[in-house]
Nanobody, 128 residues
Framework: QVQLVESGGGLVQAGGSLSLSCAAS????????MGWFRQAPGKEREFVAA????????YTADSVKGRFTISRDNAKNTLYLQMNSLKPEDTALYYC?????????????????????WGQGTQVTVSS
């Protein structure tokens, strides 16, 4: 089992940048595929970015492609989301998620239902 704690959210003006982090507990972080999702008020949770357990494969939603970058540091048990050129429509509660992957596989997942573990979220607000 893994526990996830997000940090780094805040209020930023449009065009600005934020860097989110997700700290994971446990000693087998490299056995977990990771993802970032977001949910705005009144909207469904949506996929933002995903990264395989090895870090070799990443996926990014079209809405943030070219602006957001997902990465991970398995030695530090930490997942990152670098967000640049932020827009007011990026305002949401951002969640990190984890799914355990067999040791012989390196996989990334883009659907929320494919993840077993979720953090509590960190709020990102972009003002116009």
């Amino acid at each position: 089992q893994v526990q996830l704690v997000e940090s780094g959210g805040g209020l930023v003006q449009a065009g600005g940048s934020l860097s989110l982090s997700c700290a994971a507990s446990g000693r087998t972080f490299d056995r977990y595929a990771m993802g970032w999702f977001r949910q705005a008020p009144g909207k469904e949770r949506e996929f933002v970015a995903a990264i395989s357990n090895s870090g070799g494969t990443t996926y990014t939603a079209d809405s943030v492609k070219g602006r957001f970058t997902i990465s991970r540091d398995n030695a530090k048990n930490t997942l990152y989301l670098q967000m640049n050129s932020l827009k007011p429509e990026d305002t949401a509660l951002y969640y990190c998620a984890a799914r355990q992957v067999p040791y012989y596989r390196s996989s990334a997942y883009v659907k929320a239902y494919e993840y077993n573990y979720w953090g509590q979220g960190t709020q990102v607000t972009v003002s116009s």
